[in-house]
C-alpha cells in the first residue's frame, strides 16, 4: 500500500494493526538510518503488521534553539520520498513544540508510544535520546518497554572507515566538499532538490545558461565551489552531465547563497519545474574574478575537466548511487 504521511497534533486515529515503530530524527536517511529502517519493515512484515516511522517537524533544534537552527541533510519533502523508498507503512511527523518537548521519558512513552500509537514493538538507534531535555537512552527506553509491555530492539551503529555512521560526520564530508565520503555514508549521492526560477541570465549572456534552482530554506549545502554533477530533469529518461556552482557569485557582488546549474549538451526549458541536483565531485572552491573574461576561460576549462572525469568514471559506479526521487512539493 502506498505510504501515508501524518501530521500528529496530540491525537492519532485507531486504525492499524500490531504496530512497529521507528523512533528517530532520522537527518539524512543514511546508511544507519536504512539499517533501523530495514529491520522495522521485515520485523513488520513478519507479523503482518504496519511499520510506522515517528519522526518530528520541525527539527527539534528548530524549536530548542530557534535562533540559530540547523540546516538540514533532508528537509521534510525529502525525507518523505526516501521514507517512502523503504517501504514504510506510515510516516508519522510528530509536531514539535514546548509542549511535547516537556514531556517527560515516561510521559512520552504514556502518551504517544501506548495510548496514541498502541505500539507492540519500538525500534531505536544505539544512540537514542527522548523525552525532555533528552534525558531518555534507549535502554531507559527497553525498561519502560518492558514494564509496560511492548517490546524494544536496540539496534547496532552501522560502521564504515572505522566509525559509526552518523548525520555529524555526513555534514562533516559536505562542510569538506568531500561528496565521495559523503556518498559513502549516506548510501546515495548527495543532491539538491529545487525549483527552477527566472535569475538575471547573465550566464545565458556569457554562453553558460544556467538553472536557478529554488531550494528548500532548511537545505544544509556543501561548501561553495563548483561541483560535477547529473541532474535528473522532469520529462527525460536519461541523466544530465551537469556544473553546478554553489556560492555567492563573488565576481559579481556577493549575493545571497544561490545554486546555479549548467547542464552539458541541453537547450530546453524547465522553468517552474523541480530539478533533482546529484552531486560528484567538487572541482574547485568558488573564486572571485578580477575580469568576467577570467571567469569564462575558467568556466571553460571547467567544462572540459567535467568532460575528462566522467569519462574516466565508470557509468555504472556514479549511477548506481543515484537515488531516483520524485519530490512534488517545497517549501
Do not use: W
Not at 555514508?185 to 549572456?205: D, N, Q, T, W
Not at 557569485?249 to 545571497?256: A, H, I, M, Q, V
Request: one cysteine or more; charged letters at 25%; aromatic letters at 8%.
Amino acid at each position: 500500500m502506498a505510504m501515508k504521511t501524518i501530521i500528529y497534533k496530540g491525537s492519532f486515529v485507531h486504525n492499524y494493526k500490531d504496530v512497529h515503530v521507528a523512533l528517530g530524527n532520522f537527518d539524512g536517511v543514511h546508511q544507519g538510518h536504512c539499517h533501523i529502517i530495514e529491520k522495522l519493515v521485515e520485523s513488520s512484515r513478519q507479523r503482518q503488521g504496519t511499520a510506522i516511522v515517528a519522526t518530528f517537524d520541525p527539527h527539534p533544534l528548530h524549536v530548542i534553539r530557534s535562533q540559530n537552527p540547523p540546516k538540514l541533510l533532508t528537509p521534510t519533502p525529502v525525507k518523505i520520498e526516501l521514507m517512502r523508498q523503504l517501504g514504510v507503512d506510515a510516516l508519522l511527523l510528530l509536531s514539535f513544540n514546548e509542549q511535547l518537548a516537556q514531556l517527560s521519558p515516561d510521559e512520552f512513552v504514556d502518551q504517544i508510544l501506548q495510548n496514541d500509537l498502541r505500539s507492540q514493538k519500538v525500534m531505536v538507534g544505539f544512540n537514542y535520546s527522548f523525552g525532555r531535555q533528552g534525558v531518555g537512552t534507549s535502554e531507559l527506553l527497553e525498561k519502560l518497554g518492558k514494564e509496560k509491555g511492548f517490546d524494544v530492539e536496540i539496534i547496532d551503529a552501522v560502521m564504515i572507515d572505522g566509525e559509526p555512521v552518523s548525520s555529524t560526520r555526513i555534514r562533516n564530508a559536505l562542510a569538506e566538499g568531500d561528496l565521495e565520503k559523503a556518498s559513502r555514508l549516506l548510501g546515495y549521492r548527495p543532491f539538491i532538490a529545487g525549483k527552477v526560477i527566472s535569475g538575471e541570465k547573465r550566464g545565458r549572456k556569457l554562453g553558460f545558461p544556467t538553472m536557478n534552482l529554488q531550494i528548500d530554506r532548511n537545505q544544509l549545502l556543501p561548501r561553495r565551489g563548483v561541483y560535477i554533477a547529473f541532474s535528473t530533469l522532469p520529462g527525460f529518461d536519461t541523466k544530465f552531465a551537469t556544473l553546478v556552482n554553489i556560492g555567492v557569485k563573488p565576481t559579481f557582488g556577493n549575493y545571497l547563497e544561490s545554486v546555479e546549474a549548467h547542464i552539458l549538451d541541453f537547450s530546453g526549458h524547465v522553468y517552474g519545474q523541480t530539478v533533482i541536483v546529484h552531486l560528484l565531485h567538487l572541482i574547485r572552491p568558488e573564486i572571485a574574478f578580477e575580469q568576467v573574461s577570467q571567469l569564462v576561460e575558467q568556466m571553460e576549462k571547467d567544462k572540459a575537466y567535467t568532460r575528462q572525469y566522467l569519462q574516466r568514471q565508470s557509468q555504472h559506479s556514479i549511477l548506481e548511487k543515484i537515488r531516483d526521487v520524485k519530490i512534488t512539493f517545497l517549501e
